[in-house]
């Protein structure tokens, strides 16, 4: 029986992370880490570094926001960037087929402030993402979707959720927004093996001092799976030691193994 171990990483600039990638990736060796935010174009991309690690890398990205990558053992199938309709948003989702599992890799947009154009624009980016499975998938099909999905979820996923209550990421209009792709046949593997265990976070703001030592968290990046594949997942972690390195993304890990 073999083992998928995926992981997904907001690097917050990929150039400036890769003190803290190529050992993460040296030490932990997953078949596929998927990366947001990358923030370089694709001509400047630290290929070389990676593959240098051992892995292949693809990716979509512009020259100063937004970004996505993934880093791989295997040769990636079935490549593509981006939705196939208007526009295509190619710095913001990357799709490709590893073992037979297809894995899609977001960065959705934050939303700035609930009543800007920039809140319409990511909400209607999830009604995209949902069409975009019915579109090309089932939720028989192994599939993951992962990646810095800007959404707390519950309660749990932040440290005060009082006081962030109506946050573009902690709002019941974005709830249900995220809970509308997951009723298409996606389970949160993180939640399958930590039901309701708080204090459980992917982001802690750099503007905010000692946000990691003071528990001032978010659960903002995910790893989704359909129910089938879900099954046969065996563990998923947060990973702090990225975070806690010199110069870190504000991010950190989050990895998934399965038994295929």
């Not at 295509?88 to 977001?106: E, H, M, Q, W, Y």
């Not at 099909?141 to 009082?162: M, Q, R, T």
Request: aromatic share 12%; hydrophobic share 35%.
């Amino acid at each position: 029986m073999k083992t998928f171990k995926i992981a997904t990483y907001n690097v917050n600039s990929v150039r400036s992370r890769l003190h803290v990638i190529i050992p993460w990736l040296n030490e932990n060796r997953p078949d596929v880490l998927c990366m947001q935010e990358t923030k370089v174009e694709d001509g400047k991309f630290p290929r070389t570094e990676f593959e240098n690690a051992g892995y292949q890398v693809s990716f979509s990205g512009g020259k100063k926001d937004n970004g996505v990558a993934i880093a791989s053992l295997a040769e990636p199938a079935e490549l593509t960037c981006g939705f196939e309709d208007d526009p295509p948003d190619r710095d913001r989702l990357i799709r490709a087929k590893f073992s037979g599992i297809t894995v899609i890799n977001t960065y959705v947009p934050q939303g700035y402030k609930m009543d800007s154009p920039r809140f319409e624009h990511k909400l209607k980016w999830y009604a995209r993402f949902r069409k975009y499975l019915e579109d090309n998938f089932s939720p028989k099909d192994p599939l993951i979707w992962c990646g810095d999905l800007n959404v707390a979820p519950e309660s749990i996923d932040v440290h005060n959720p009082k006081r962030l209550l109506g946050h573009v990421d902690f709002n019941p209009v974005v709830w249900e927004a995220f809970a509308n792709i997951k009723e298409w046949g996606l389970v949160d593997v993180f939640r399958k093996h930590h039901p309701g265990e708080p204090n459980q976070y992917t982001f802690f703001d750099y503007r905010i001092p000692g946000t990691v030592e003071r528990g001032l968290g978010w659960r903002v990046d995910h790893i989704l799976a359909t129910p089938g594949l879900a099954r046969k997942s065996r563990d998923c972690r947060i990973d702090m030691k990225p975070r806690l390195m010199e110069k870190s993304s504000d991010h950190t890990v989050l990895i998934a193994e399965f038994k295929l």
